[in-house]
Structures are given as structure tokens and as C-alpha cells.
């Protein structure tokens, strides 16, 4: 609750002392109704707790601005952070039934310290080699999900986090790492000489690469002890091995990992043309794609699968793991069992 007030008033909401006893009735209710459920809230309802803790102290102190006390307060681009909830706090006037709300910028929610804080990305400090190099350090976000914690460079954003059981019994937590601004589609043409087929003129080639795993999977299993297969690796003939579309699966070998073991390899697919506009659709083979796959224990519970992680800037790819050295590097369990797999 002080927490709460301290922010308040740095936000200089709270002038007078009947205003904060105002605002005090108000948010006792809120934090009370929240108390009961934070020992037990799983991520969904944990994001409904913080959201509505945010919309709660914005009504209060009035962020919107000075008066305007009857409008409705929304949370956009939920994102979860190691530090808490992170949304983009938006305001529609009560006049507006609809229409495009008024953005008031980004707060972090922490539900187990009950604050709402202004938020934005902080710099990563630059690496020695960036300073030698002279390149600029890119910022970064500390991201939570799946049980695990890391720093992502701000071009990237993950995708939602899907739970699943592998026929094995293994609980697995997933999501992919994107592009937070996705390029367009770049659709491409055939003709006759290339393979192509009618019409010639249209040009809607789209190539695909096979198998697309998820970019980081955290599996609960002893990778040592249990053996069991973590999609693409899978123990056989006495060594984790990943699969070749043109011979038999290659064993990974052990690599240094941010001073952890992994096991690293290059998982190979067969890559194929297909069409996407034109019907009926036909296809033909465009080689082989490939892909890099890492394997490694995090902690004794919690193994950690990453399949292509994703890159730092072009000025220190050869830095880390492959050119993965910020998300590489910052990889850790978040010490949140709930969200754990």
C-alpha cells in the first residue's frame, strides 16, 4: 500500500491529504480483494490481477488527467516481464462510446510488491568487444515466461506460451521468438526453366523449410538421467542425436554455453517451393534448410531446448553461441515455480 501511495504521489496526482484518503478508500478495496489470490494465481489470472490493480491506481490518481474521472481505463499489449506485468495504459473519454483510445504510456505492475511504476526499455550496457568495435549497444526488455528469464533484444518480441505433455509424460512449456516488426512477404516467380508452372506470370512462390520447432522449449526432465526425447533431439545409440533429411540422425557434440554444458548440432530438413495463389496448388523440392539446436540442463528440474535462438545486431554476431549472446548469455530459471512446466 505505501508503495502504491509513493507512487502516487511521485506522480504528483495527490496534492491534498483528502485526496489521498480518497484514494486510499479506493485502493484498500482493490488490494484487499487481491491479498487472498496472489499466493495461488496462475499467469492468466495473474495478468487480470495486474491490469486491474493498473486501471484501480490510474482511476485514482487520475493519469488521464486532472478531473477526468468517468472515462474507462484499458490495458493493451499485455507483456511479461521478470519484474512484473508491463501494459500500454490507454484512456477512452465517456463521451466516446467508441473510437481510437488516448494512450498514456507504458506501466510495470508488480503484483508481489503491489507498485505500478512508469516503464521503458533500459539500455543494454555495451559488451567489451562493442566498446573496441565502437558499435552502439542495442536496448533490451527482461522477459519472463515458461519458468524462465532473459534479456531480448528490443527487435524481437515472443509469441504466447503454449503448454503441452509429450507422449512420454514430459510437461513442456513453449513459445517462439519473432521479428517484433515482421518483414513482408517476399512471394517469388517460376518460369518454365526454374521448374515453374501456368500461369508464369503470377508470382506467388513461397518456399518453406520444413519441420519449424518452437524457438525455445522448457521441458521438466533430467536430460542425463531421463533420456527422453526433446523434440528435435532424441537419444539413440548411446548419444543425443538430431535429424538428417539426407542420411541417419548426427550425434550433437558438447559446447560451452555462458558457462553451462549444452549440446549443439544442426538439425537438416528438405526445403520445398510451393504456390500460394494459384490453383491447384503444386509444389517442388528447393534443397535443404538447416537449423541450429542447442540442448542443455538449466537447473536439476528444468531442461531447455532453443532451435535457432535469436541473433544480436550484425556488429558483434561473432560474440555468444552462434551470434547469440544477449538472450544466450542472460538465460536463467525466473524462480517462479507456478509458471514453471
Same mark, same amino acid.
Given at each position: ?20 484518503? *480518497?484514494?486510499? #478508500? ?28 493498473? *486501471? ?33 495504459? *490507454? ?77 512420454? #509424460? ?5 513459445? =517462439? ?34 519441420? =519449424? ?12 538421467? =531421463? ?115
Amino acid at each position: 500500500m505505501t508503495a502504491i501511495f509513493r507512487f502516487l504521489r511521485r506522480a504528483k496526482c495527490l496534492l491534498r491529504n483528502v485526496r489521498l484518503v *480518497q484514494a486510499a #478508500g479506493l485502493l484498500g478495496v482493490a488490494v484487499l480483494w487481491y491479498q487472498p489470490l496472489l499466493a495461488s494465481a496462475t499467469p492468466q489470472s495473474s495478468q487480470r490481477q495486474a491490469c486491474a490493480l493498473l *486501471q484501480t491506481v490510474a482511476q485514482a490518481a487520475q493519469l488521464a488527467g486532472e478531473g477526468l474521472t468517468t472515462g474507462r481505463y484499458g490495458c493493451q499489449s499485455p507483456h511479461e516481464t521478470a519484474d512484473g506485468w508491463v501494459f500500454a495504459l *490507454q484512456y477512452l473519454e465517456p463521451a466516446k462510446s467508441v473510437g481510437e483510445a488516448r494512450r498514456l504510456g507504458h506501466y510495470l505492475v508488480d503484483l508481489d510488491a503491489e507498485t505500478v511504476t512508469p516503464w521503458s526499455p533500459s539500455p543494454r550496457a555495451p559488451s567489451d568487444t562493442e566498446g573496441r568495435l565502437g558499435g552502439v549497444a542495442e536496448g533490451s526488455v527482461s522477459v519472463r515466461a515458461c519458468g524462465v528469464a532473459f534479456d531480448l533484444p528490443s527487435q524481437y518480441r515472443i509469441t504466447r506460451p503454449v503448454r503441452s505433455v509429450s507422449r512420454q #509424460g514430459v510437461r513442456v512449456c513453449a513459445f =517462439d521468438i519473432v521479428p517484433a516488426q515482421a518483414a513482408p512477404k517476399s512471394l517469388e516467380c517460376k518460369d518454365e526453366a526454374e521448374g515453374g508452372s501456368p500461369p508464369y506470370p503470377l508470382c506467388d512462390w513461397d518456399i518453406s523449410a520444413g519441420h =519449424d520447432w518452437p524457438t525455445v522449449q522448457v521441458a521438466r526432465t533430467r536430460v542425463d538421467a =531421463d533420456r527422453l526425447p526433446l523434440d528435435p533431439f532424441n537419444f539413440e545409440r548411446g548419444a543425443w542425436r538430431l535429424p538428417n533429411a539426407h542420411a541417419q540422425a548426427a550425434p550433437s557434440s558438447k559446447v560451452p554455453f555462458f558457462g553451462r554444458q549444452a549440446r549443439h548440432g544442426e538439425v537438416l530438413m528438405r526445403a520445398a517451393w510451393h504456390r500460394t495463389k494459384a490453383q491447384p496448388a503444386v509444389g517442388m523440392q528447393a534443397g535443404t534448410s538447416s537449423a541450429d539446436a542447442y540442448l542443455l540442463q538449466l537447473t536439476p528440474q528444468l531442461a531447455v531446448v532453443l532451435v535457432s535462438p535469436p541473433l544480436d545486431s550484425a556488429a558483434h554476431k561473432s560474440e555468444g553461441v552462434g551470434g547469440c549472446h544477449t538472450f544466450c548469455r542472460s538465460l536463467r530459471a525466473a524462480g517462479r515455480p507456478s509458471e514453471e512446466p
